[in-house]
Structures are given as C-alpha cells and as structure tokens.
C-alpha cells in the first residue's frame, strides 16, 4: 500500500473533495456490511442484546468522514462555537475533567458557607 500511496492519494483526495463541494453523497459510499459479535463468550446467544454489530464502511467513506470531522472542529474551535464546559469530543477533555471542573465549583461553594446540591442523571438507558 505504501509503494502505490503516490498513485492513491490523489485520486482519494479528488474523491473526497468532489464529495464535499457537490454535497450529495454517492450511494456506494452509503453501503455498508453489516456483521455481529458476542459482546462476551459468557453471555445468552440466544438474546439480541447479546450481540455488538459491526459495521465496514467503504475506505473512502471513512476517508470522507475523517475530513467532514477534523474541518467541523476547525469551524468549530475558529469561531469560538464550541461550549466552555463541554468535555465530551474535546482533545485534551476526558471524563476527569468535568469531575474537576464540578469538585472546584462545590469546594468554592462549600468555602463560602453556602449549601451545595448535586443532582445526577443517568439517561443511558433512557
């Protein structure tokens, strides 16, 4: 793959490009197959939720989807759109983060005398 990259990339480059100008999509690149795995060698076979799908995208989709991705978070970030406390789909943000960010608020809190209350919803299975 390495010795024909020169030959590919442009030609993968030119794919993606005319897929973002034009807008549209091409139906290949829509087209997906589809497979599924235990979750664990432990679990029920015989249950649906047993089962974690699977599924392959054309290389040029990805290709696609990659570029859509890395120039949104370009937009994003260059003009300022993106939330001050969101953590989720930030480079350099984890879920430690926001557990920070939320300890610092309540010990700031408590420090000046007030009460604090922490409300958690879990909505995962919602």
Known sequence: MKDCLYVLLPVITKIVN??????PVP???KETALSSFLKKSSVDRD????YRPIFN????SKCTEKVVAFQQAAHVNDT???EIYLSAYKQ???AETTFVLAHHDIMRVVDYGDCVILLLLNFSVA
């Open 18 to 23: 005319l897929s973002m100008t034009n807008g």
């Open 27 to 29: 139906t290949a690149m």
């Open 80 to 82: 300022n759109l993106s």
């Open 47 to 50: 249950q649906f939720p047993s």
């Open 92 to 94: 350099g943000h984890r």
């Open 57 to 60: 995208l054309p290389f040029i």
